[in-house]
């Protein structure tokens, strides 16, 4: 019993003094592989060993007061600073392949530097200062290598640039005095970007596109509008960035490592930005960049990559102010503009109103999904601008129907080209229907005044008195020249009526609408007149002169101009 007893305490003893020798002793071959051997993966393993080591002679206090420890506590020491030593000249060695002219660095990244990411922890570990000066390093070689990368691309775009506006560019100014058109003339730089949207609302559905290849756009001859370069930038600074920021984590094991590399290619495009944004005119393509910029916030936070969030909304902070400054320069052209220089004796649509029309449905269409409401209200402050502009020069003219007609073409083209950027129609589209309404009723009275001029001013007056002791009805004396006048040249009169309309509208649709409620007015007017003849005493003298409806309602089919059989039967019911 007790031999046994002896045994097993002495195997006990055994077993925890045999792990000691184990973590304590420093074999050869360890100290050869660590001295002269290469940089690979046993050297790697090797590393993982001396750590464990080293570890174990700081933790144990009984291990430190250990006679063995003495004895190797120096060997350890050496071969942790030559390992030391190595694994920064390896390291160093490494970082300076990343400056190499045309090095990809993402493939140097993950396919060379993350093999070795265990050499980084070594350092961090048992080196604190030569990891700070490898991390220096690194820091300093990137931000060199990111912030050339980006400035040579920046230039290479800069190139590119198509410019859209200058800051004569705006609604209210004078076509002439940009000096290069004549007047009345839009300009075809003007009418296809400056204030319509167009094919540059494809940029937001190739938001995650890849960046443009400047040198193939060049070789193409081919030009965008900033909004098409400052995209395809931010999208290489997105990709670039979740690259650098997962390295820089898996590497490292820090993520702030990430913005001391950034500050130097966040001060090139923030140079490039500055020298830019203010001499920005063009309001169309600052909303789209504001648009983008959510877009690429979107795409960050899907990605689950934060390190863009402070940088991208500094450029959104920028951004609205300068939109802002453009558009009410756009607003006080309109509030100052020159209404004599502008007016011109022609009541089609007027090149100030087509510009206000393209650029608030351009707004509205990239408003549609966000439905931003400090947006609206200076969309809001813009029709008011020019609803007044408007009154002023519709004033100029000379008729009053000149002034009803220039008002209903301005208003019916604006309507539709509201109505291509946002179907279920706006607030914006809706007041300008309500003055189209009413201006098309004052116009069709003025259009029957012109021929039948005493036979509406004796219905609106006269037509309802009834015949009683106390009050003279209508005579047939009164009457009499009103029949036998419009029994003579009504004909003549709705084709005057109809060529006065073809002339004067430039929609057609909307010229016929309005014809059709002039006719279904005149026929209201005739038959309260045909009324007001048969309850005269005497009346019935007058029915071979009185016309039948239905050869009003013939003549009017009749008419030159495709009237449809549903605008007949609406206006015979309306007789009936």
């Not at 046994?4 to 420093?26: P, Q, T, Y």
Request: charged fraction near 25%.
């Amino acid at each position: 019993m007790d031999m046994g007893l002896k045994l097993k305490n002495r195997k006990a003893a055994e077993s925890k003094l045999s792990r000691f020798v184990e973590d304590i002793i420093v074999p050869p071959r360890m100290v050869d592989i660590i001295v002269d051997g290469e940089v690979n993966d046993e050297y790697l393993r090797t590393l993982e060993i001396l750590s464990k080591k080293l570890k174990f002679v700081e933790v144990d206090s009984m291990v430190k007061a250990s006679k063995a420890l003495k004895d190797v506590q120096p060997e350890l020491e050496r071969l942790r600073q030559k390992a030391v030593s190595k694994a920064f000249e390896f390291m160093i060695q490494k970082l300076y392949a990343l400056r190499k002219p045309k090095t990809n660095i993402q493939i140097l990244q993950q396919s060379v530097l993350l093999k070795y990411k265990y050499v980084v922890l070594f350092l961090k570990e048992h080196g604190k200062e030569i990891y700070a000066e490898v991390r220096a390093a690194y820091v300093d070689t990137m931000n060199k290598v990111l912030s050339a990368q980006f400035r040579a691309y920046i230039q290479a775009l800069e190139k590119l640039q198509l410019d859209i506006a200058t800051s004569t560019d705006l609604i209210g100014v004078e076509t002439r005095s940009t000096g290069h058109f004549l007047r009345g003339r839009e300009p075809i730089k003007n009418r296809s970007a400056v204030f319509a949207l167009g094919e540059r609302i494809n940029i937001l559905k190739e938001i995650d596109q890849p960046a443009l290849i400047p040198h193939i756009a060049e070789a193409n001859s081919q030009k965008y509008p900033y909004e098409v370069l400052f995209r395809s930038l931010h999208k290489l600074l997105m990709d670039t960035a979740t690259s650098e920021y997962l390295f820089c984590d898996d590497f490292f094991g820090e993520d702030s490592i990430f913005y001391e590399i950034f500050t130097g290619p966040f001060a090139v495009i923030d140079e490039h930005f500055n020298a830019v944004l203010p001499n920005c005119y063009d309001a169309i393509g600052l909303m789209l960049m504001i648009r983008i910029i959510h877009q690429h916030q979107l795409i960050m936070f899907r990605r689950r990559i934060p390190c863009l969030d402070s940088y991208l909304d500094k450029v959104n902070i920028s951004l609205w102010p300068r939109f802002k400054m453009v558009f009410d320069m756009h607003l006080n052209s309109l509030r100052s503009a020159n209404v004599k220089t502008l007016w011109e004796d022609d009541v089609h649509p007027h090149y100030v109103m087509r510009r206000y029309a393209e650029f608030t449905a351009s707004l509205v269409h990239l408003n549609v999904e966000y439905g931003d409401g400090q947006l609206d209200l200076n969309l809001e402050r813009l029709r008011m601008a020019v609803d007044d502009l408007l009154v002023k020069l519709a004033k100029l003219f000379t008729k009053p129907k000149s002034q009803t007609v220039f008002l209903i073409n301005n208003y019916d083209m604006t309507i539709a080209i509201l109505k291509e950027a946002a179907t279920e129609g706006g607030k914006t589209q809706l007041h300008f229907e309500e003055l189209l309404k009413s201006n098309i009723a004052i116009y069709v009275e003025e259009l029957l005044a012109e021929h039948f001029s005493d036979l509406i001013k004796f219905v609106k007056t006269r037509a309802s008195e009834e015949t009683s002791s106390n009050s003279e009805g209508p005579t047939i004396s009164d009457v009499e020249p009103m029949v036998k006048d419009f029994a003579s040249r009504w004909k003549a009169a709705i084709e005057l009526m109809h060529k006065d309309v073809i002339t004067s509208f430039s929609n057609f649709l909307c010229g016929m609408e309005i014809l059709k409620a002039a006719l279904t007015q005149l026929l209201l007017y005739y038959t309260r007149l045909s009324e007001c003849v048969k309850r005269i005493s005497g009346g019935s003298a007058l029915n071979k002169d009185l016309v039948s409806i239905s050869s009003i309602l013939y003549e009017i089919k009749n008419t030159r101009g495709p009237f449809s059989s549903s605008v007949l039967f609406n206006l015979v019911e309306t007789q009936e």
